[in-house]
């Protein structure tokens, strides 16, 4: 089993930042691509930033500029910098994780999800 744990969510005025953080644990052989999505209520989930094991990254064209993705992989974490946030950017954050387990295959395995709510 493998599990994701968000946290670093919360409350925070229009053009502040938050920093999300995500902890892989489990049984973990190694971890490929991670990635922060978001979904707000009644909507798909939508990629806000995601991270190669090589550290390549993507964004969002809504996010770049103002986000940064960065992983740590001797320690299987994955983070969010969130600056200049808007109130659009409020909704629950997933973190993302294609892991390699013991059984040598690859799962696609998500956290629980983190709040971000932007106050305007």
């Known amino acids: 089993q493998v599990q994701l744990v968000e946290s670093g969510g919360g409350l925070v005025q229009a053009g502040g930042s938050l920093r999300l953080s995500c902890a892989a644990s489990?049984?973990?052989?190694?971890?490929?691509?991670m990635g922060w999505y978001r979904q707000a209520p009644g909507k798909q989930r939508d990629m806000v930033a995601t991270?190669?094991?090589?550290?390549?990254?993507n964004y969002a064209d809504s996010v770049k500029g103002r986000f940064t993705i960065s992983r740590d992989s001797a320690k299987n974490r994955v983070y969010l910098q969130m600056n200049s946030l808007k109130p659009e950017d409020a909704t629950v954050y997933y973190c993302?994780?294609?892991?390699?387990?013991?059984?040598?295959?690859?799962?696609?395995?998500w956290g629980q999800g983190t709040q971000v709510t932007v106050s305007s």
């Open positions: 489990g049984s973990i052989v190694s971890i490929n691509a």
């Open positions: 993302n994780a294609k892991v390699v387990s013991t059984d040598f295959r690859q799962g696609d395995y």
């Open positions: 991270i190669t094991k090589g550290g390549s990254t």
